[in-house]
């Protein structure tokens, strides 16, 4: 039996790590009565949201309903469930006929269209009759007036320490032996999402006689191996067929894996053979989306032979040699862990605030832009100009190209956005980061500002150009040219690409 599952807290007052939350729950359900507000918990993968709703349930005495929005029900359940006034019941506790209705994957609710799009969720939410928790990842993924009509609740990762204690007593319970290190180690790697840590402690736990950091290091390594062994029969070897039985030993979800080849993938295929391979993962992808609009997992199998047969069937030349594959960049990074998350949410904002788009937008359409055009600052003038127009520091210039915080060539970068801002040469409303080139180079050299040449059609066509480039993605090796003098001598955004 799965132990997340075993040991999924059933009272508050097992869910660890977020006393504050858990705290304001209970009070939230108490207080029911006189605000009839809902809730919104959210907070990473893993840390507790739903098991604690659930386990709000059980110490209030409430009956759950359950949905989610991949549900097919719609919203008309909801309102059903939720608008229904309470009828006589005959239950232990709470108030007769009260139950609660957990709304699960609250941020996706868009992508379905039963729901009658996000207003109608909102309206019913806000006329509801019964307490209804809202769970959800990406607080700035649910719309503003849904966000509003509700309290929130925020869980945070849960931190090493309140890791630990966990998995000791659940180690006490299963009768393992363990090294202290070792549940160390295990907490260390999950950075703050606790069903991870129960997941990889089950992992680890099943193969050895008693825990030791060894075991818990050895277990990764196994499984990353298992993926680089796989992308060289995929990308290499094997024929669609061989591909897809080497898939069979991988250790990784769908999901991951297409993130693998994905990235992976462009280091040995090029032209029309990797314009078809893209053709067969964005097959996958679509077959992913339809496993979770639906939850019918046997679509999972789609998703593996386009990625997998598809990729291999791609192939036009025979591959060589010995490539570094590694692990998915920027799409994994995302929402990974709580640091990473504050950084990109807090440069969204900041995109979202000067182009005018929702935060959501920001983050989804433009950064993921910015960051391939940015990629590990190789076109240099056009990081500045990023880093002036949304005042990042090395910490988001890291985050957005995938260089180094502490390099030099990020500081160096910083400092000249600094001063390309003084010089008040971006504070153009608009595509000004687009359309600053001349800017740029006038502050190198100490010339004014030249406000008059920013044109939006610049920015248009160095979209274009920059589209048709494949640099940005087939930077195996990554020779760092940071040291190129900022005052070289480019005319047009589409050179530096
Ligand atoms: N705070 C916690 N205290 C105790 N156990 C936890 C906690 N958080 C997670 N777990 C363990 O992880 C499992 C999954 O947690 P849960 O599904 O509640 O997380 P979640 O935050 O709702 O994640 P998701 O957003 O992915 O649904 C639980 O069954 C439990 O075993």
Redesign the pocket.
Known sequence: MDW??K???TTLS?????NKARDKLEEWAETWDGHRDAVIVH?S????????AHALAGDMGWPVMELNASDSRGADVIERIAGEASKSGTLTGGEAGRRLVIL?EADNFHGNADYGGSAEVTRVVKDANQPIVL?A?EFYDMSQSLRNSCETIE?RD?SKRSIVP?LRDICRREDVEFEEEALEKIAEDTSGD??SA?NDLQAVAEEAERLTVEDVVTGQRDTTEGIFDFLDALIKEEDAEGALRASYDVDENPDEMLNWIEDNVPKDYAGGELADAYEFLANADRWLGRVRATQDYSYWRYATDNMTAGVAASRREPKGGWTRYGPPSYWSKLGRTKGTRNTRDAIAERIAEREGTSVATARREILPFLSAMTHHCKNRDLTVRMAAVYELDEKEVSFVTGSGKDTNKVESIVEEAEELRTEETVEHSGSAFFDAGDGAENANDGDEPDATDSSGDDGQETLAAAGSTDDATTAESEPDTDDAEPDDDQSGLSDFM
Do not use: C, I, W
Not at 45 to 52: D, E, I, M, Q
């Open positions: 997340t599952e040991y999924r807290p097992e869910v660890r790590g977020n907070g993968p893993g840390v507790g949201k739903t098991s604690a699960d769970v990842n869980f849960v966990v606790l069903r129960v």
